[in-house]
């Protein structure tokens, strides 16, 4: 396996559990993402133009983003830094800089 590459699951729980309101925040944002794409899928069904459909797909990529993005800071701030108060600071670092270059692909 390439060691730049992050596994799909790797078994780890976050330091810090996310709080209901966290984890309603993510979940509406992905359940408005989900119905965004369910609406590309109906623009191709209905033949539109693809202009159209590739403005959809940009502003579903930058949802996804802005997800990632808050995920990403919440990790920083809760998992890396945890982890390098415990001393093991490395490694949530190499870690956190695969995951920064996957996300930034």
């Known amino acids: 396996m390439d060691e730049n590459i992050l596994p ?3 078994g780890k729980q976050p330091v810090t559990p996310r709080t209901d309101a966290e984890k309603q925040a993510v979940l509406n944002r ?5 119905g965004q794409v ?3 899928q109906k623009m191709v069904e ?3 133009y ?9 502003a579903i990529n930058n949802a ?9 800071e919440r990790h920083t701030h809760h998992c890396v830094a945890g982890a ?4 093991e600071g ?6 956190l800089m695969k995951v920064v270059q996957q996300f930034s692909k």
């Open 30 to 34: 992905l359940k408005r993402i989900e």
């Open 64 to 72: 996804l983003n802005k997800v990632g993005y808050s995920l990403l």
């Open 8 to 10: 799909e699951n790797s």
């Open 90 to 95: 490395e490694e949530a670092i190499d870690e």
């Open 50 to 58: 693809c202009v159209d459909i590739l403005v959809q797909i940009s």
């Open 46 to 48: 209905n033949d539109r």
């Open 84 to 87: 390098i108060k415990k001393g």
């Open 38 to 40: 369910r609406g590309i």
